[in-house]
């Protein structure tokens, strides 16, 4: 798709890396090891590290997703998800013109479970 990305094993080699300040999106799993995604949310929050986030969860956990989007995330999808549904996402965050996050509903999401 184009995008240039950089994975790390856990939230803390994330906060430690250069890249804390040139990332431009993060799509973070609800649970990690170590610090959840959740947690490094709220951190960067605190820190006034503002970067558009992407949760990907296999649990469908009503009131973790809403907390989230609550807390400013762009998304919160569902696995197993689709690329299109990714791809909105991540050009949503992005601020991409045209770009619609596919977040579904809370009626879907508990159909989803």
Do not use: Y
Request: charge should be negative.
């Amino acid at each position: 798709m184009g995008f240039r990305v950089e994975a790390f094993a856990l939230a803390g080699d994330f906060l430690n890396s250069s890249a804390l300040h040139d990332t431009d999106c993060l799509i973070l799993d609800v649970r990690m090891p170590g610090m959840s995604g959740p947690e490094l949310q709220r951190k960067l929050t605190a820190s006034q590290h503002s970067v558009p986030i992407i949760f990907i969860t296999a649990h469908g956990d009503e009131a973790v997703r809403a907390r989230v989007l609550g807390d400013g995330a762009v998304d919160c999808l569902l696995k197993p998800f689709n690329e299109d549904a990714l791809l909105n996402a991540v050009n949503a965050a992005l601020g991409r013109a045209g770009a619609e996050s596919d977040s579904v509903s809370e009626k879907e999401w508990k159909t989803m479970r």
